[in-house]
């Protein structure tokens, strides 16, 4: 990998074992925010409404780099650092992991649940497509709809992450994108050129 890249995963990718009667499901998703870890947590626990538990974990690219876990009502130690052990054990960031677990009824004790929850975890990575990312700078921007077609041309030559756009059509055009970071200094050259000598309304490189 080129300097400032890393690795993390394209989607969702998940694996199920029941160990002793107790269901376990670990999947695993990109996020690269706090509020995208928890919305992908709260997918996960409305589609598995009646679990016991729901342990996660996520290790962010930054900046700042993060990472967090938790055990969500398990012994202390046996579930979210498990969990987290494994992200670091393939080296993902931007990504996010949550083990949901039916009990059925048999006690694992410590060493089993941090074996069920770790192994869990690292099936799901080994299901998911891991990709090569680097760092982004958003783009904010508004424009007329003459522009739009352009600076769609424009990120998309850079390589843009279109999936985290927001983009709003009403007077004018309004939305974010992001692009990689290594090129914000070109990609603000062309930006201000393209303001000066058409209608790019406004942008804001963060």
């Keep these: 990998m080129e300097e400032g890249q890393y690795l993390s995963v394209s989607g969702l990718a998940c694996f199920e074992m029941t160990i002793k009667r107790s269901r376990f499901i670990a999947c695993v998703e990109r996020a690269s925010t706090r509020a995208e870890a928890e919305s992908f947590l709260k997918s996960i626990a409305s589609g598995y409404p009646k679990a016991n538990h729901y342990c996660w974990a996520y290790r962010f690219a930054g900046p700042p780099e993060a990472e967090y ?17 494994a992200l670091k054990k393939f080296s993902l960031l931007d990504v996010a992991a949550v083990v949901t677990r039916y009990y059925g009824g048999i006690k694992l004790g410590v060493r089993g649940l941090i074996a069920a929850y770790g192994e869990t975890v690292t099936r799901a990575i080994e299901n998911a497509d891991i990709v090569i990312r680097e760092p982004m700078t958003e783009i904010s921007f508004t424009c007329s709809y003459e522009i739009y077609a352009i600076l769609n041309e424009l990120f998309s030559r850079a390589g843009a992450d279109f999936s985290a756009s ?21 990609m603000a050259k062309e930006l201000s050129e393209l303001k000066a000598r058409a209608r790019l309304l406004n942008y804001l490189i963060s």
């Design 69 to 85: 876990s938790t055990d969500a009502g398990e012994p202390s130690g046996t579930a979210g650092r498990p969990i987290l052990g």
């Design 166 to 186: 927001n983009t709003v059509f009403g007077e004018t055009v309004r939305g974010e994108v992001f692009i990689p970071k290594r090129l914000s200094v070109a």
